[in-house]
T-cell receptor, first 116, second 114 residues
Framework: DAGITQSPRHKVTETGTPVTLRCHQT?????MYWYRQDPGHGLRLIHY???????DKGEVSDGYSVSRSKTEDFLLTLESATSSQTSVYFC???????????????FGPGTRLTVT | AQTVTQSQPEMSVQEAETVTLSCTYD???????LFWYKQPPSRQMILVIR??????QNATENRFSVNFQKAAKSFSLKISDSQLGDTAMYFC???????????FGKGTHLIIQP
């Protein structure tokens, strides 16, 4: 299994509070991603990073920000949590396909976030 | 933008049978990569099989194989000799490569009956 951990694994928070989720990898992979999973939607990309301090928006980025100050850590912040952000959040990592050829992504165990 | 469609929300088969999960996609790119992921009740996302669009040969991993039809933009997953442990959600996913994220279908819930 790829060395990817997420913390916390479960969190309940109140509407309007800030929340930060952490993804940590030990694989030294270049690319890191945050997805959310909701019933009926599969997984959708929130933000991604293609290097330290290099990030970009995904399909559902509104209300989220990210930071990557070290190769191994990718943080997802909900500035002011809303009930619509209740979801399961997955982090994923990938290495360049230039040498590996396939751009496959490996996923962390997920964080279940409930906003009340 | 790419889209991925899985038209079977749920399927149920008997143990040891063969089952095929459907996936179609839409893209204007000429080179891309396709994947099937499995998500058991533990919630962990597990890579099952990958296919590079530039390869004509269909990928195979033990009991799992794909039927990749590039012109039809179809990427189905065949599971042979199905086992109880194959019970899970299965997601089809697409990427154009580089730093691009994955675009997922909505998933197929596969149930293997004893």
């Amino acid at each position: 299994d790829a060395g990817i951990t997420q913390s916390p694994r479960h969190k309940v928070t109140e509407t309007g509070t800030p929340v930060t989720l952490r993804c940590h990898q030990t694989e030294n992979h270049r690319y890191m991603y945050w997805y959310r999973q909701d019933p009926g939607h599969g997984l959708r990309l929130i933000h991604y990073s293609y290097g330290v301090k290099d990030t970009d928006k995904g399909e559902v980025s509104d209300g989220y920000s990210v930071s990557r100050s070290k190769t191994e850590d990718f943080l997802l912040t909900l500035e002011s949590a809303t009930s619509s952000q209740t979801s399961v959040y997955f982090c994923a990592i990938s290495e360049s396909g230039d040498t590996l050829g396939s751009y496959e992504q490996y996923f962390g165990p997920g964080t279940r976030l409930t906003v009340t | 933008a790419q889209t991925v469609t899985q038209s079977q929300p749920e399927m149920s088969v008997q143990e040891a049978e063969t089952v095929t999960l459907s996936c179609t996609y839409d893209t204007s790119e000429s080179n891309y990569y396709l994947f099937w992921y499995k998500q058991p009740p533990s919630r962990q996302m597990i890579l099952v099989i990958r296919q590079e669009a530039y390869k004509q040969q269909n990928a195979t991993e033990n009991r799992f194989s794909v039927n990749f039809q590039k012109a039809a933009k179809s990427f189905s997953l065949k599971i042979s000799d199905s086992q109880l442990g194959d019970t899970a959600m299965y997601f089809c996913a697409f990427t154009g490569g580089g730093a691009d994220g994955l675009t997922f279908g909505k998933g197929t819930h596969l149930i293997i009956q004893p």
